[in-house]
């Protein structure tokens, strides 16, 4: 949203805090529109977060009874609620989620069309690869951690509870955290090869950097796994910092990739003719 009489790449710090309400408010509207959709199915949205976790539930449940010499369960039904407000809110929560999941190209979008007006017209060219990339990086790393680290930590997790001989007793407020963070953190992890291209490109970082400075990153990376995550479920935070460290390593082979071949060369605009 630049004014006429100001290029892009000139726009004054009221013109880039204007650009950036123009882009929050646009995100906030496609992210209701498409709340409007998820929220009307919101109840095979929540059996659809579930499924993992039954999954994994159902076969440690028949583990035990088998191991306990008791008769096979037939119904399987851990979660509860000691809220009235606590299906709503949850519901809605997870309603949110999903809007945003979906709209996320559309998001990504608005972040490209933020930062588009800062940069060099050589640079500009990015715009579609940035959405694509950011796009499928997110919804990858979504999609591995529902069908794979999800089941994953839940294996772990109900290991542990059911040797120790207790009873599933599940809050769904307390399921979602657990779901929310694992599912939006891990796909959030996915984006640092997108954004290590991009910095490599821009001759911000090199491959080299990135390889001299592993330790450093390494005690960032486990650091913020544990504010990030929650505090009482130390499996999340291990396995988000394996998963961060992992990527990071892959980073440095994308950085290597996307270094520029070419000395650099400052762009300057052709001046009208007169």
Not at 254 to 260: D, E, K, Y
Request: charged letters at 15%; one cysteine or more.
């Amino acid at each position: 949203m630049t004014t006429i009489d100001t290029p892009p790449n000139q726009m004054s710090f009221w013109e880039h805090l204007h650009e950036l309400r123009v882009r929050l408010i646009r995100s906030i509207l496609i992210v209701a529109g498409a709340f409007a959709l998820t929220y009307f199915f919101r109840f095979q949205l929540m059996a659809w977060a579930q499924r993992p976790f039954m999954a994994t539930y159902k076969k440690h449940a028949v583990a035990q009874a088998l191991a306990a010499h008791q008769p096979i369960p037939t119904v399987f039904d851990p979660f509860a609620y000691t809220s009235l407000t606590e299906p709503f809110f949850s519901l809605m929560r997870l309603s949110i989620w999903a809007a945003i999941f979906v709209a996320a190209p559309f998001l990504f979008g608005q972040l490209w069309g933020f930062i588009k007006p800062g940069l060099y017209s050589r640079e500009r060219r990015f715009a579609i690869p940035f959405v694509l990339a950011t796009t499928g990086c997110f919804l990858g790393g979504a999609a591995f951690a529902y069908w794979n680290a999800f089941a994953f930590l839940g294996d772990i997790l109900f290991k542990e509870a059911m040797q120790a001989g207790l009873r599933t007793n599940l809050h769904l407020e307390d399921y979602l955290d657990l779901f929310i963070y694992t599912v939006v953190g891990t796909g959030l992890m996915f984006e640092l090869p997108v954004l290590v291209f991009f910095l490599a490109r821009f001759r911000l970082i090199t491959a080299t950097w990135l390889l001299k400075y592993w330790r450093h990153a390494t005690v960032a990376i486990f650091t913020a796994s544990a504010f990030l995550t929650p505090g009482d479920v130390i499996v999340t935070t291990i396995f988000f910092g394996v998963v961060l460290e992992a990527l990071y390593f892959a980073s440095v082979l994308v950085a290597w990739a996307a270094r520029p071949r070419k000395p650099r060369l400052m762009d300057v605009e052709p001046l009208e003719p007169e």
